[in-house]
């Protein structure tokens, strides 16, 4: 779907007006190529110039301009990381070009979300009533898709490693999940794509897993600081977004599938999807909220 739908009401949050959001990410594609070409020691002050002027091109301007603090702010932050990142382990962003992909694609979950209420504290995403139980979902057997909880205190962690050692197909190597407080909507893409994904895939792959969902912004400022490449604002911090394991599949011949799942959601307007490597971030376009809502009552309901 090349533009973004026209406003709608979505429980208070208007949508963008209409954007031709696949010429923005050809934009971003295009850019991102060409940091790359430009990296390597001594090569800051040419990748600042080279974002500056480009992001200054029409092709930016419908969404940067809808950042929460106006294009010039956004264009600020956006040299800020560049600044400021350096390699690691555990960012998702390998190198300069792929942070700034990273940032410029999470720039249409901002532009869909700034409006809405961020969760700011830990203790904001528990006691929240507008989330739903994953846990309590589990159990009553209404989740496709899998996840594990994010292990506390040194034994669990411990107990974690020898399990993934000892069986390493068994699930992928991530951290877990911190919150198991989701909006329903989101649960409902999840199921969605969990479903396509269990229909489509080789035999024997295992079901859809999810990585993380709602997040606190306490929690996004704690993760900037341990090294990951975590957007502020971020859609995880509305709770429309999740991420979905992406590079575990491939032992079983089915990450191409989940890939092109992901895009194909994302080009009928469903969901913006950004490419992270290990795994795939997708959050939900308000367009879909009515939609995805409707299908989540229907799960209770069956």
Known sequence: ????????????????????LDAYRFAVS????????????GSESDIEAL?????????????????????????AQ?????????????????????????????????????????????ED?????????????RRRGLLHFKYRLQARGLMGRSRDWAFRRLMPRRQPHTAGIRFTHA?????????????????????GTPALWVTSATRSVEHQRHLRELGYAAMIPSAHCFGFASDVEMRWF???GADRILAELLLEHQRSGLCNV???GQAWHVCINPAAVGELRRAYDALLAA
């Open 1 to 20: 779907m090349a533009t973004d739908p026209p406003d709608t009401d979505h429980g208070g949050l208007k949508a963008s007006r209409p954007v031709d």
């Open 30 to 41: 295009q850019l991102t190529a060409e940091v790359d070409l430009k990296s390597g020691p």
């Open 51 to 75: 974002l500056t002027a480009r992001t200054a091109e029409t092709e930016f301007h419908p969404v940067l301009e809808c950042a929460p603090d106006g294009k010039d702010a956004a264009l």
């Open 78 to 122: 956006l040299l800020s990381e560049v600044r400021q990142y350096r390699p690691n382990d555990r960012s998702s962003a390998s190198d300069v070009s792929g942070l700034v992909r990273i940032y410029l694609l999470s720039q249409i979950d901002a532009m869909w979300w700034s409006g809405a209420d961020t969760f700011e504290t830990d």
């Open 125 to 137: 995403v528990v006691g929240s009533t507008d989330l739903v139980s994953m846990e309590v979902l």
């Open 183 to 203: 909006r329903p909507e989101l649960i409902a893409l999840l199921n969605q794509l969990a479903q396509e994904f269990a229909a489509s895939a080789p035999p």
């Open 250 to 252: 491939a032992e079983f």
């Open 274 to 276: 950004i490419d992270e």
